[in-house]
Every structure is written in C-alpha cells, then in structure tokens.
C-alpha cells in the first residue's frame, strides 16, 4: 500500500521523462506503487463526503432544529456556519500540521472526532453545548478535506491523478443531495437524534478500512528529536512558505473566486426566473450538473488540457453564459439551458482548481499545503458570496447580480493566466 509520504511523483501532464535522472525517479515511483488504488480512493472520496455531511445535516435539519431549540435564527445559522469559520480561519494551519503529523493520522482522528461529536449531537445537548460542538467540528472537517486529498494523490499513478482530483472535487455536492434524498427521510421517521446517530455510524467502515488500507509513516521522522522551540519554528517557517510559494497557492486563489460565487448561483439564479416549472427544476439541477462539471474536469485536465488552462477556459464559460441566462430571463426554456451551461462551467471551475494541485506541488507536503489554502479561501469565498450578491440584488436588482459575476469572473480569470507562468515541478 503506497505510504502518505511517497516520493515525488513525475509531471502528469504534457510533459515527457528524458533525462537520467528523471527516469531513475519513475523507476522508484514505479517500485512503491504499481497501480492507481482505486478502492483505497474511493473510500477516501467517501470520508470527503462524510466532512461535506457535517454541512448538510445542519443545513436538513434547520427548520427542525428551531423547532426543537426555540432560539433565534441567528443562532441557528451560526450552528450551520461554524464548521466553516474554522477552515477559514485554520485551514493553512492544518494544511502544515498535515503534512507535519502524518496524513493517515490526521485524518482517522478527524474521522473518529466527527464520529463521536455526530453522536454527542443526537443526545440533543444544549444549544450552548451543541454550538460548542460544531465548533470542534469544524476541526474535524478541516483534518479531512485536508489529509484526504493529499492521500488520494498518493495513491494514483501520475496518470489519473487529475481524473482523482476531479473526482473528489465532487465530494461537496454530492454530501447534500444524499442529505436531501436520504436525510430528509431520516428526518421526517426518527427526528434530529435519528439523522445525528446516522451520520456518526457512517464513518465506522470508512475509517476501519483505512487504519487497515493506509500505511503510516510522519512526514518528518526526526521530529521527535527536536525541541518544541524548533518544532514551533519549522510551523511557522512552513506556514509563511505557504503563502510565498505560488505553486500551493494558486489552486486556492482560484478556488476562491468560484465559491464567491458559487452558492449566489445555486441560490438566486433559479430564482430570478419567472417561470415557477423552471425555477422548481432548477433548483434540484443546478447542484447535480456541477457535480458533473467537475466530474468532467478532472479528465480534462488528465488527458486534453492543462488545469490552468481549463480554469481560464471555465471562467471565461461562466462569463458568457452568465449574459445569456440574464439575456433569457423571460425565455424559459433558453433560461433553463443557459443557467444549465453556466453551472456546468462552474463545475469545471472547481474541478480545475483541484486539479492544479498534484500538477503544480510535486511532494506531499507541499500538497497537504495547498489543500489547505483551497479550504481557507474557499470557505472566505463561500462566506463572503452570499451577503455581497443579496445587497447587489437588493441595490441594483439583477443588473448588479450580473455584474458581480463578471467581476469575479475576471478576477478568476487573471489568476487562471498567471497560473499559466508555473509549469510542473520534476
């Protein structure tokens, strides 16, 4: 089984191995890892899926956990977005102590915290207690969405690491039409406690077979030699280097820009239909094309284009459709297809920025790293989006909706170019 801290792999796109050296480092890729690991990926896209859930049965069970608590809405909300606030204000942090800690080890802790603070959840504590809760959550969530990823890169062959990426871009999306198909459900026959326990069981066999899949070894083996003043150097050290170097940045700068805007598409776009059929199938669409988008993406980037490329490619798409939609506002079934267009660009948007990771940072550190970033920046996109567009909306109707998204578009787009200037490392 391929360790969490295997050697740099070669450049998996368009780039050919000459040189001696480069062909003596395929031969050791080669040696600890024959084949892409698809089962093990798998199960690792699953623990994705299982972090995206500690949003979606909040977002569920929102009406009901009201209800239950009879506290303000504003409370409530914060219980849905304090998962969030902790990748925005950690999610660099745990992208180093990642890679400092060993990534198996991260991520069965983060798994079993989310387990057993699923279960505390379904007890129904009070609201103090379950805001507490979310707040180690969030936590949780970050070692996941984090070490996941790294290990799924890990584990394919330079030739499918794109297609994996793609593949685990999806993880968001597909967490809550699961919550809306099957917690719903849950929901409606047992209540908060049924749904909370629900979740919890789900990560037991995702996290017993990875104690058992994954081999572990710490990114740093001397670091029982150091001392703490040492240690806490090197995180810091790390955490500047981080931000200095473009190749972990750039996916996440990216992805900032598509989660500013990314929710504003899933929430005002249908909405801004006149046609009630339109806007009702919309809103169940919209989210599943995306998921398809940036399914897509990865075997793009894999096989036809750069991910930088296809970033630029993908916002200059969101860009033009965008002005079609707002064009056919009164055109329901030109509305339906253009608004369609849209998301699968977006899709590919998202796709392509995680795509750029293993095209861009060759080790695993640095891919922990740059993991990391995606998760800061998307959540300060993610929280940032919405209240921006519902004052567009609210001061300049669809017209400064429009507007917003072409801003965002361009300057999603003038990152997508400067990507452009880093090739892959050897």
Same mark, same amino acid.
């Given at each position: 089984?391929?360790?969490?801290?295997?050697?740099?792999?070669?450049?998996?796109?368009?780039?050919?191995?000459?040189?001696?050296?480069?062909?003596?480092?395929?031969?050791?890729?080669?040696?600890?890892?024959?084949?892409?690991?698809?089962?093990?990926?798998?199960?690792?896209?699953?623990?994705?899926?299982?972090?995206?859930?500690?949003?979606? =049965?909040?977002? #569920?069970? %929102?009406?009901?956990?009201?209800?239950?608590?009879?506290?303000?809405?504003?409370?409530?909300? &914060?219980?849905?977005?304090?998962?969030?606030?902790?990748?925005?204000?950690?999610? #660099?942090?745990?992208?180093?102590?990642?890679? =400092?800690?060993?990534?198996?080890?991260?991520?069965?802790?983060?798994?079993?915290?989310?387990?057993?603070?699923?279960?505390?959840?379904?007890?129904?504590?009070?609201?103090?207690?379950?805001?507490?809760?979310?707040?180690?959550?969030?936590?949780?969530?970050?070692?996941?969405?984090?070490?996941?990823?790294?290990?799924?890169?890990?584990?394919?062959?330079?030739?499918?690491? +794109?297609?994996?990426?793609?593949?685990?871009?999806?993880?968001?999306?597909?967490? *809550?039409?699961?919550?809306?198909?099957?917690?719903?459900? @849950?929901?409606?026959?047992?209540?908060?406690?049924?749904?909370?326990?629900?979740?919890?069981?789900?990560?037991?066999?995702?996290?017993?077979?990875?104690?058992?899949?994954? #081999?572990?070894?710490?990114?740093?083996?001397?670091?029982?030699?150091?001392?703490?003043? +040492?240690?806490?150097?090197? *995180? *810091?050290?790390?955490?500047?280097?981080?931000?200095?170097?473009?190749?972990?940045?750039?996916?996440?700068?990216?992805?900032?820009?598509?989660?500013?805007?990314?929710?504003?598409?899933?929430?005002?776009?249908?909405? @801004?239909?006149?046609?009630?059929?339109?806007?009702?199938?919309?809103?169940?669409?919209?989210?599943?094309?995306? @998921?398809?988008? #940036?399914?897509?993406?990865?075997?793009?980037?894999?096989?036809?284009?750069?991910?930088?490329?296809?970033?630029?490619?993908? %916002?200059?798409?969101?860009?033009?459709?965008?002005?079609?939609?707002?064009?056919?506002?009164?055109?329901?079934?030109?509305?339906?297809?253009?608004?369609?267009?849209?998301?699968?660009?977006?899709?590919?948007?998202?796709?392509?920025?995680?795509? &750029?990771?293993? %095209?861009?940072?060759?080790?695993?550190?640095?891919?922990?790293?740059?993991?990391? +970033?995606? +998760?800061?920046?998307?959540?300060?996109?993610?929280?940032?989006?919405?209240?921006? *567009?519902?004052?567009?909306?609210?001061?300049?109707?669809?017209?400064? &909706?429009?507007?917003?998204?072409?801003?965002?578009?361009?300057?999603?787009?003038?990152?997508?170019?400067?990507?452009?200037?880093?090739?892959?490392?050897?």
């Amino acid at each position: 089984m391929s360790s969490d801290t295997s050697t740099p792999s070669k450049p998996n796109l368009h780039q050919s191995t000459s040189s001696a050296n480069k062909g003596t480092l395929s031969q050791e890729v080669n040696k600890k890892q024959v084949s892409t690991q698809w089962l093990t990926i798998f199960i690792l896209w699953l623990a994705g899926v299982y972090a995206a859930m500690q949003f979606a =049965k909040f977002s #569920t069970s %929102y009406d009901m956990l009201l209800l239950h608590y009879q506290t303000s809405t504003t409370t409530i909300s &914060m219980a849905l977005s304090s998962v969030g606030i902790m990748g925005l204000i950690f999610g #660099t942090i745990a992208g180093v102590l990642s890679g =400092k800690l060993g990534h198996k080890q991260v991520l069965l802790a983060s798994l079993l915290l989310g387990g057993i603070l699923s279960f505390t959840q379904s007890l129904l504590p009070s609201i103090e207690f379950l805001l507490f809760t979310r707040i180690l959550e969030g936590f949780s969530h970050l070692g996941v969405v984090v070490a996941a990823p790294t290990l799924m890169i890990s584990l394919s062959e330079p030739r499918h690491q +794109a297609i994996t990426m793609g593949v685990w871009g999806t993880f968001f999306g597909v967490a *809550f039409a699961l919550m809306g198909w099957i917690g719903t459900q @849950i929901l409606a026959e047992g209540g908060l406690a049924q749904l909370y326990q629900f979740h919890s069981v789900l990560c037991l066999p995702i996290f017993i077979y990875l104690t058992f899949s994954l #081999t572990s070894k710490k990114s740093v083996q001397v670091q029982n030699q150091l001392s703490h003043k +040492a240690i806490l150097f090197g *995180f *810091f050290h790390d955490l500047i280097k981080l931000y200095q170097n473009m190749r972990t940045l750039l996916p996440g700068l990216v992805f900032l820009f598509h989660t500013g805007m990314f929710v504003a598409l899933l929430t005002f776009v249908p909405r @801004i239909s006149h046609d009630e059929s339109i806007k009702n199938q919309l809103f169940i669409l919209l989210p599943l094309i995306s @998921i398809g988008g #940036t399914f897509l993406a990865g075997i793009l980037a894999q096989y036809y284009i750069a991910p930088q490329k296809l970033g630029s490619f993908a %916002y200059i798409g969101v860009a033009v459709f965008t002005g079609l939609t707002f064009y056919n506002i009164d055109i329901p079934n030109l509305f339906l297809i253009f608004a369609s267009c849209l998301l699968v660009f977006s899709g590919l948007i998202a796709g392509s920025s995680f795509a &750029m990771v293993p %095209y861009l940072a060759r080790t695993p550190n640095d891919q922990a790293q740059s993991n990391g +970033a995606i +998760a800061q920046l998307g959540n300060l996109g993610a929280s940032m989006g919405p209240p921006a *567009f519902a004052f567009m909306l609210a001061h300049y109707s669809n017209q400064g &909706m429009l507007m917003l998204i072409l801003l965002l578009c361009a300057c999603g787009l003038g990152i997508t170019l400067l990507a452009n200037y880093y090739q892959p490392k050897d």
